[in-house]
């Protein structure tokens, strides 16, 4: 709904997610690049706050977790990306990518509610013998 990423004018700073599998409120950080994409979205649509943001054709309803993926996949398809690529693939390449730029694991395996740090390693594709060299950027 709107109301989760938007409020007084602008985007919120965080996004909260209750965690089903787990009954847990999560907070995730809505970063700038994602806070100007909202805002854009945002722009060219007459939302009410406790619209969704990603309504159903047919019904007052979200969009269906299989509608998602169908639409990232055209996506993909439509810029040259082959194979099968939907919301799980966008929410392993964001482990990979964040983990290859520094973020500790512990962070990404309370993300993923993995057991085991070795889990979100497999679960990213790093291979347990891999060799990986931190980058941290501090930009201050």
């Not at 997610?17 to 700038?32: C, D, G, H, L, M």
């Not at 969704?52 to 019904?59: E, G, T």
Request: aromatic share 12%.
């Amino acid at each position: 709904m709107k109301e989760d990423v938007w409020a007084y004018g602008k985007p919120k700073e965080f996004l909260f997610v209750i965690e089903e599998k787990i009954s847990e409120r999560k907070a995730y950080y809505i970063n700038t690049k994602v806070k100007s994409a909202i805002s854009n979205f945002l722009q060219n649509r007459e939302l009410e706050l406790d619209d969704y943001l990603f309504r159903s054709k047919k019904l007052n309803l979200p969009i269906t977790r299989q509608q998602a993926y169908r639409i990232i996949n055209n996506a993909a398809k439509e810029v040259g990306i082959s194979g099968n690529i939907g919301t799980h693939t966008l929410r392993k390449t964001f482990g990979y990518h964040a983990y290859r730029k520094g973020i500790a694991i512990s962070i990404l395996k309370s993300i993923y509610n993995h057991s085991t740090s070795a889990e979100t390693l497999r679960y990213i594709g790093i291979e347990k013998n891999e060799e990986h060299y931190i980058k941290i950027d501090v930009n201050l």
